[in-house]
């Protein structure tokens, strides 16, 4: 296949890009450093602007995961205006372009967040519940698929990729918790009870590679593993594979206090079900958190 690629140079699209090349697929990397692409995604060719390709043979299948970092920093004015111009604004521009191809590419995998559905309490949530309205993060997430479902009006197969929190042996939300646990610092956040989706690097790459490949997953695909914990579940099964204890818990109110809105991000959560997922034929290779950790952890 011929596949374009944005948000190359993340953890996820890293990973895609090193799968990819075993599979034999051409790939290109959409970026503001096409030099930076092109060392980090394996493979891949990258280009500064999307005219590069056009005239070229037709694309296949466009994966969009660019956006800046949601939770590096709080979500000031300034900052909750580069979130929205690096995920709303590109794929705009993206689409676009795709619209104005002879032959557009056949479908669309865009990138979104399990943060599309807000802060869900103890409701069960899949993906045909309604979004959540209440924060920055909720409405930046129903904007960005608003934007991508665009693409339907030239013929374009889309699927929507509602992302919990990925863990991955380097980078990601591991590496920023490990340090802490490693030294026993680690715990729960504020009550502990907030529901945390999860899913594995290895799945998550599996469940993008699936849903290019079957011409039926169209619309939006929790990407979550099936099983639904607390947040005091996620950092207690941590905890036990550094042999430390989870007995240091982060107060609510100083969260609030240090983060503001984005602490939402931290306090709240969403008891996910990965329905449409399932429904659509995808195995988990790593199906429960305990199983997971110990898989990205061994030594």
Known sequence: MRILLTGGTGLIGQALCQHWQRQGHALWVWSRDPQKAQRLCSGAQGIARLQVLDGSAPLDAVVNLAGAPIADRPWTEARRDLLWRSRIDLTRTLVDWMGQQATPPRVLVSGSAVG?????????????????????????????????????????????????????????????????????????????????????????????DHLLHHDACSGPFNACAPEAVRNTDFTQTLARTQHRPAVLPAPAWALRLALGEMSVLLLGGQRLIPRRTQEAGFAWRHPTLAGALAQLLRP
Do not use: K
């Not at 599309?116 to 997430?141: H, I, K, V």
């Not at 991955?168 to 646990?181: I, T, Y």
């Open 116 to 208: 599309w559905y807000g802060d869900g309490g103890d409701q069960w949530l899949a993906e045909d519940s309604a979004p959540g309205n209440a924060n920055f993060g909720s409405r930046l997430c129903v904007a960005w698929e608003q934007e991508a479902e665009r693409a339907r009006q030239w013929g374009v197969r889309v699927a929507l990729l509602r992302t919990a929190p990925v863990l991955a042996a380097r980078g990601g939300m591991l590496a920023r918790l490990l340090p802490l646990f490693r030294l026993g610092f680690g715990g729960r956040l504020g009550s502990g009870q907030q529901w945390m989706p999860w899913i594995h690097l290895d799945d998550q790459v599996a469940l993008i």
